[in-house]
């Protein structure tokens, strides 16, 4: 199974030799499934001839808004709606979560003050909870008409959204590392991520998480997606 990656940021610069870009990260966390991965540079106006050239897409975070004035937004929106009604499986990530939303006729904003940060808990619509590390400020506020919420936590209530067809997206990064995440906080702390926010963050970030639950979530939600059509 043919993955498109719609990378829609890239990876500060000085972290890149140890982490790699973004698709590098998905592509450890779907590894040993069998599907084969192929990069589009969005951020660099680089996108596919059209949503059939791969079986299922997903698309990375971001350091942008998705309510910035940016020349590659409008046409991955478009893309966004030519992938959901030819029924292609669609995943988000983060800013993907959020472009998939406004996108379907959500809306995002910028949550004041605050970010959610490393290690955060999320009720699923079974009443189970699941940690995973986040790194966001925006989120989404307002609801895709055709969209079911899945996850939510305290500091964000659309957290998790399944759409009709094969559409999901999450606002946390199961594609990140404690590593990574120590060093988004430390290269932010105090100029943009507020300093008692970033204390609070490192207590408990190297403690494990459900990463490979995700990791298993996003790969069965592809191959069933496949298996299906």
């Excluded at 069998?34 to 299922?56: K, R």
């Excluded at 998705?66 to 046409?75: A, K, L, Q, R």
């Excluded at 506020?141 to 997206?169: H, M, N, Q, W």
């Amino acid at each position: 199974m043919k993955i498109g990656i719609l990378q829609t940021g890239f990876v500060p610069e000085t972290m890149v030799d140890q982490f790699g870009e973004y698709p590098d990260m998905f592509g450890k966390l779907l590894h040993g499934n069998g599907f084969s991965l192929e990069t589009y540079t969005i951020v660099e106006n680089q996108f596919p001839a059209s949503p059939d050239v791969c079986d299922g897409w997903l698309i990375t975070g971001s350091r942008h808004g998705v309510y910035e004035n940016h020349d590659w937004i409008p046409p991955l929106e478009d893309l966004i709606r030519n992938i959901y009604e030819k029924n292609i499986p669609l995943v988000g990530v983060c800013f993907g979560h959020q472009i998939m939303a406004q996108a379907l006729g959500g809306k995002v904003e910028k949550f004041g003050g605050k970010w959610g940060i490393g290690q955060n808990t999320y009720t699923h619509e079974d009443g189970s909870t699941s940690t995973l590390l986040a790194v966001h400020q925006d989120q989404v506020i307002e609801l895709p008409p055709e969209a079911r919420v899945t996850a939510s936590s305290d500091f964000c209530r659309y957290a998790g959204l399944a759409y009709k067809g094969t559409a999901i997206s999450i606002q946390p990064h199961p594609e990140f590392s404690p590593d990574f995440v120590e060093g988004i906080i430390e290269m932010r702390r105090g100029n943009i991520i507020p300093e008692d926010q970033a204390e609070r963050a490192m207590i408990d970030l190297h403690r494990s998480n459900d990463t490979p639950k995700f990791a298993r979530q996003i790969a069965d939600f592809f191959l069933s997606s496949a298996a299906a059509t």
